[in-house]
């Protein structure tokens, strides 16, 4: 597949019809690879793809739209999903990509530059086709790892205690050190100026004070995105400390499926998402958080 | 235990009925095949609820001559239940009774009409019992 | 120097905890940083670094510095305190105390940061050497030797035992409160241990760097090398590399509305961030680029041009580890001609 | 201490209503002399859709024991469907919350007519009823305010 | 920083028994920036007012906080007061500390701690406030009436009286609406047509007046005093220039199947057809799905008949544009569906509604005014009317309301059947007769008491067509029996609701609907002819049960605010409206999915963020149309939009007051 992915690669850049190729770029460590701009078709050697392959180029695409020229990207099929809801919220030019859908087998966890097993993600992957692309590469014999419940780690903490959920965020938020890596690594993270980085609102407090900042400062990521997460798991893969970030999105996502019907964001660029919409007779009252589990 | 006074309101429970949505049009007497059997009058049931007239209701030939068709339910414009409210009556009224039912499993051979329709019969066991 | 058996760690812990705050690293849920230890906590003396740098007990992420309160119409300025509690950080590796050398020169170099240096003054740190250091490693060009780290004392965990060699004053009186539980050793106890951290580092990819590149580049030259242009496509100008750096130094300082008046602290900055310095007239450094490149040139450039040559770098491999797009201080120095 | 300190507890209230329905319910329930503990504190806003999820966070920030939001009946909005909104972002907000391990009954949502004025004293009466039992919000507070 | 100032209100002893005034002005003096503070017993007095005004000279004051009743009370009097010395209205915040405190707080401390932190609040708020200006926005003197029936007539007939241009859409082939299927009006028993005739007529001739029969309104956009409204002229398959209106087409016609809408379906028509004889505009339409021609290919007889040559099968469907300054609503009713109510035997040829026995006494009705049973027809021995079928019904297949006219209706049809056959018996059963109406009462006793209609208070339980006769069961409340009585007739006081259509109208002029669907009025005393969304009114039973008197007195009163509207050359618009920072703005488009009146549009433009040039899709808040409600301003990803006068810092800054 690599190799297929060079040669297209190379064709659009040879005859002109991309101005740059946005993939994955080998380094020292070949559990590690960074993503990269390719423009020259002799730096196409450095283009790899493998299962270490398991940054979102999605949100690389944002600025590449503002250049000139096509640019062709790279998406495995979780990645299109981030992608189709960039071009819904008019963030991406769609004029301006040529997406090439390529199969995904799940992408490695890495430790220290070890293969640790599979990303979380992976392991409770629901988007198994690409949902917007220009051309797809495929590869039929990469199989992925077997399929595990998505909302499992949800359910299991609504069926704590109020204190006991209390006591298991304390624990996991302590931990943050607000490198900000979940927000900026975050597709639908594309916000000009980050209320947390606004002086305009007494939010930016850049480091965790008290408790409460860490709490303000997750509850913020995760709603900001609500409706709007595709649940690509970027946030919870690039944290150092390995905080179960996905836990609160899905606790989110979760919801909307069981209160407003099931909803994937990026599934297309037109329906509108749940916070925008409304449903007068069927919608549930808040209260339903008191009865609910 | 419930006192005296808390009779309405149990009855209300047991009857789910709405006495105070009433807007006495009749509909539900207007429609009751039983009436003429009942001294009470299916409009009255609600009004004497209304007013916790409880013991009345119970004493009264209509918890026995209700048969509980339902037509004033399905018709009551304003959800009124009355038929739940003298089915409730009667419960309480057997309740009251205790172990010692109106009618035993023995005296029934002694009542039976030839013409009586086999789900009457069963319909009377389930009403006069517990 | 001493030794003590692995067996009564616990006792040795409890001992120094009666005394002082005692930090050392600790693992949950699969990552491990330093932690205050506490009677029943498990010491995690296996892996080789934590995610955040020990800094943070000497220049935490986040410090009040005072409290204006207000009065009517009237502010009462409320000085905070100086630390005033001995504490130790026990198991620091070399190159997060080569670390603290550098914090040091900027700290307390003058004017001396105040806060700072009453940490500095109560804390002591036990460096241990690292048994397995990392493919990501490269302190050897910095010049520590991983196994043998220099610090107030210095330590091994080899074999069944604890090997503790007092360096400083300071270091000595730590090994003092532990006599009960010391044994005498030689230095040849752990030569072999040692031996065999250097064979280690031998083999790992980035322990034979040469830095010579870098002696004696031209400001200029690198500020405007072409380099710049593409070596950051990747950065999502997060602030992980700045944050587990164990001499990145860069406060900024805010206010913060309590209600009844504001608390003015610091909380460590990245340059990474768009709102790095940022002033009424917008960021100076307008594109990530720019940025990105602050942060190499800062490490790479600028301090070693005002410490006698002294890189701001350690080789801890820490942004190696966790950078979320896989950049590094490395890639630079590489694409900057270090081989 | 802090036995006589949950004794003589008051919670803080903050309440978001909508300038159309529930203030006006709020105003209603004032000329009926409808008394209600003076511990809410009610901040006008056009419509419940105005409410960002970040004021209710700052009002347990700043001290706040309890936030409650009212707004039109549905189908009642002043701008047609705002509560609609509102419906569905303080139900996400509030899940998530609890979902956090924050006391269920510090956030709560009713829709106030602006003729229900004793439906206002009585909600608001039954909401620092509940909070007074929860007690002082001690999972979502921000130690900094609580200096003095 | 503002130099602020703040001013409590006794407001005589209503404050000031519950609240310790004086402390509150002590601890203002406190607040950041107020530089003064002071009491008086009623702020809203010229006294007051004037110690205002004094204050803002002698102190240089840029913003002022007034702790007093509700700003619902008296914000408008302060806010103007501030404007007559110079300030900027909207520099001007108040501190509810009556209807929210003192009223209601019976312990002082309490109270007196809520009124300052409330009155902090508000002096927090207005630091953030900023002067707003009013916008403007044009007139065009043009109305559209949506609906030709009574409402609509009357209401465009005031409109183009005093000189401006009205135009009326009307959905059926022509105007008249219910009261052109109406004999008599109660309760004076004159003819229907004979007064509703002339207006159809003065409408149709009238110099302002454009008819847009036979055609919907299809997109509504714009806003109140420049409304843009899209008409949908359905294919009428008549040309109405060249239509003589001789009759010929219809005369002719061999599709004779298709029930007539305006005999309720009680006889046919044929497929070219004018609704009823007298109707306006008198040109024909085509029924397609009727007309041979469209669905064979084959006939065309009417066109071979009509000498003008008017008839036009290849007439397309043609859409009009316009532009309004004001919409009036008046779509009217119709009779509910008696599907659910099997009790009726509405399926019964003699169990009709009112509206169908309204034909059946009409003398140009099905049966030329005779009253028979439509099943067999004979004159009926005995009719029986059934009130409250449907309405006053709380279940879900009737509807909760009274549908207000049935109670006169039955009295005058009681009285019609009476009158020309006083052989029949006629019995009339009901809940309660409810006869408020000027004359009303005297009329429905007229009818029991001088016709000898029955009245029995009670309801039927069930009716059964036994073939040449009815039976009904129905119980006599007054008299505690159950009556099994025989009739040849039952006539149904059929519920009413408002026309389907009301609903998508409602949705394109952004005006609200009730849980019935009837259209809701601004406010249910004080503004009963307006809906909430500025421009749009209403009349006639689209807005609620309505009989004749009622409606016109609705349509004039509408018609009245309308020349309230039309007379101004300009409108000011509201200045508390969204705006978008544009260094923030990403053009996400979320605001505009999210705003109830579509006031937000995006441009292209090039942005200057500190120095970083570059093009950006922005949000573009259309002033004339936002309403201020700041849904966008919460759904903004970005925090770029915000609400004037209530933006985010702004609460934010109250939150942190009133939590100190």
Known sequence: MQEQLRILAGKMLADGRAARVLGWKRTDFETAPEPSFFTAQDDLSELVYNKYCAANLSGFMIGAGKRDGVTVVFLKPCDTYSFNQLVKEHQIDRAKAYVVGVSCGGNAKVEEMEDVGWLERCLVCTKHDHVVYDELVLDESLSRPEAQDRFGGVTRLEGLQSLERYEFWQGELSTCIRCNACRNVCPACNCKKCVFDSAKYDTAAKANVTTFEEQLFHIIRAYHVAGRCTDCGECARVCPQDIKLQLLNRKIIKDINELYGEFQAGQDTETLGPLTAFNADTDAEPSIVHTRG | ?130 | MYKVSATQLTDVLNTLAGTMDVFLPIRKDGQTNFGLYAEGVQADFDTLKTVKPPKEFFLPQSESLYKGVVDGKDIHIEPAAFADRPFVVFGMRGCDVLGMEILDKVYLGEPVDRFYEARRGHGCVVALACGRPASTCFCKPFGVDASDPQADVTAWLCGQYLYLEPVTERGRQLTHKLEPFLQDADAEDVAEYRQEIRERLEALPYNNLSLDALKDADMLEVFNSPVWDSVCDACIACGTCSYVCPTCQCYDIKDYNTGDGAIRYRTWDSCMYSDFTLMAHGNPRKTQKERFRQRFMHKLVYHPSTAGGQLSCVGCGRCVNKCPSSLNIVKIMKSLGVS | MQITGEQTFTPLITAFCCNWCSYAGADLAGTSRLAYPAEVRIIKVPCSCRINPLFVLRAFQKGADGVIICGCHPGDCHYIMGNYYARRRMTLLFSLLDFMGIERGRTHLEWVSAAEGAKFAATMSGFAENIHKLGKNRRLEDLRCKSS | MKRVGVFVCHCGTNIAAAVDVGEVVDKARLERGVVFSAEYPYMCSEAGQTMIANAVKEHNLTGVVVSACSPRMHEVTFRKAAAKIGLNPYMLEMANIREQCSWIHKDKDDATKKAVSLTSAAVAKVHLNTPLFAGESPVTKRALVIGGGIAGISVALDVADAGYDVDIVESTPGIGGRMAQLDKTFPTLDCSACILTPKMVDAATHDNITLHTYSEVESVEGFVGDFTVTIRKKARSVDMKKCTGCGACYDKCPAKKAPSEFEEGLSNRKAIYIPFAQAVPNVPVIDREQCIKFKTGKCGLCETVCAPGAIDFEQQDELVTQKYGAVIVATGFRPIELGKFGEYAPESKDVLTSLEFERITNAAGPTKGALVRLSDGRKPKSITFIQCVGSRDTTPRGKAYCSKICCMYTAKHAMLVKDKYPDIDVNVYYIDVRSPGKNFDEFYRRAAEEYGVNYIKGQVGKVVDMGDHLVLQAADMLDNRQITARTDMIVLATAIEPLKSTKPIASMLTASIDTNGFMTEAHPKLKPVESPTAGVFLAGACHGPKDIPETVAQAGAAAAKVLGLLSKSKLTTNPCVAAADELACNGCSACESVCPYGAIGYEDRQINDHGVRGNQRLAAVNTALCQGCGACAVTCPSGAMDLLGFSNRQILAEVDALCR
Request: net charge positive.
């Open chain 2, 1 to 130: 235990m419930l006192g005296r006074t808390d009779l309405p309101n149990r009855l209300r429970v047991i009857s789910g009925a709405k006495d105070k949505d009433c807007m006495k049009c009749g509909k539900c007497s207007a429609s009751c095949p039983s009436y003429e059997k009942m001294d009470i009058r299916p409009h009255q049931f609600v009004s004497y609820l209304q007013r916790g007239d409880v013991d009345a209701m119970m004493n009264s030939t209509t918890v026995w001559a209700c048969l509980c068709c339902y037509a004033c339910i399905e018709r009551c414009p304003r959800d009124v239940k009355p038929a739940q409210i003298i089915e409730a009556a009667r419960l309480m009224l057997i309740r009251r009774q205790g172990d010692t039912p109106y009618v035993s499993a023995d005296d029934i051979p002694e009542l039976l009409d030839p013409d009586t329709p086999q789900q009457l019969l069963v319909s009377a066991l389930r009403k006069y019992t517990k």
